[in-house]
């Protein structure tokens, strides 16, 4: 049912910068805030990027999100291994009579 | 600090339904709004729906008909069932406390229990 499309893997060694990409339409990421969350795994999944660009208490300043139009884009700097991960983008979708709306997700590699 | 914890059956067949309670322990219930979530190996993160702070619920169009979310104030608890299961449902399922400033369009989780594996089996 996702209507935001995300690639599906994304890599880089360590000390690179990701940049991951989220693509939307207007009835979602054209008109609301863009969120991204962190999925380890066996681990909950983790706010990281709220209102398109702000950090919650406690996220590292090497993850940075973005908005333009329909399309947002989350930026990994500094690239540990711990960052190995699954990241989603999400916002609500004002379509249907409105429902919140998760990414396709990328898998992010440290190599 | 704010935990969710959440409990519920994990083995379930098709046609039954599937009904799963998260408590919430620290900080305050009845000013939140609070999502259920679940995570699939075939479909990623799925929004369920969620319960306001009023009590009124908002539920994914997709499975609208078959959920149903409620809270109980007095204990701190919100809870979801989910009926005429099939294999699809089954999944990783999250609580989460709901953040919206307000407005739907900031709406995102911050906090999150720690998940209940369900199957859905014959």
């Known amino acids: 049912q996702s209507v935001l499309t995300q690639p599906p893997s994304a890599s880089g060694t360590p000390g690179q910068r990701v940049t991951i990409s989220c693509s939307g339409s207007s009835s979602n990421i054209g008109t609301n805030s863009v969120n991204w969350y962190q999925l380890l795994p066996g681990t909950a999944p983790r706010l990281l990027i709220y209102n398109n660009n702000q950090w919650p208490s406690g996220v590292s300043d090497r993850f940075s999100g973005s908005k333009s139009g329909t399309s947002a884009s989350l930026a990994i700097s500094g690239l540990q291994s711990e960052d190995e991960a699954d990241y989603y983008c999400a916002a609500w979708d004002d379509s249907l009579g409105g429902f919140y709306v998760f990414g396709t997700g990328t898998k992010v590699t440290v190599l | 600090q704010v935990r969710l914890h959440q409990w519920g059956a994990g083995l379930l067949e098709p046609s039954e339904t599937l009904s799963l309670t998260c408590g919430v322990y620290g900080g305050s219930f009845s000013v939140y709004s609070w999502a259920w979530i679940r995570q699939s190996p075939g479909t990623g993160l799925e929004w369920i729906g969620q319960i306001t702070h009023s009590g009124g619920t908002n539920y994914n169009p997709s499975l609208k008909s078959r959920v149903t979310i409620s809270r109980d104030t007095s204990n701190n608890q919100f809870s979801l069932r989910l009926n005429s299961l099939v294999a699809a449902d089954t999944a990783l399922y999250f609580c989460?406390?709901?953040?919206?400033?307000?407005?739907?369009?900031?709406?995102?989780?911050?906090?999150w229990g720690q998940g209940s594996p369900v199957t859905v089996s014959s």
């Open positions: 989460a406390r709901v953040r919206r400033d307000g407005y739907n369009r900031f709406l995102r989780f911050d906090y």
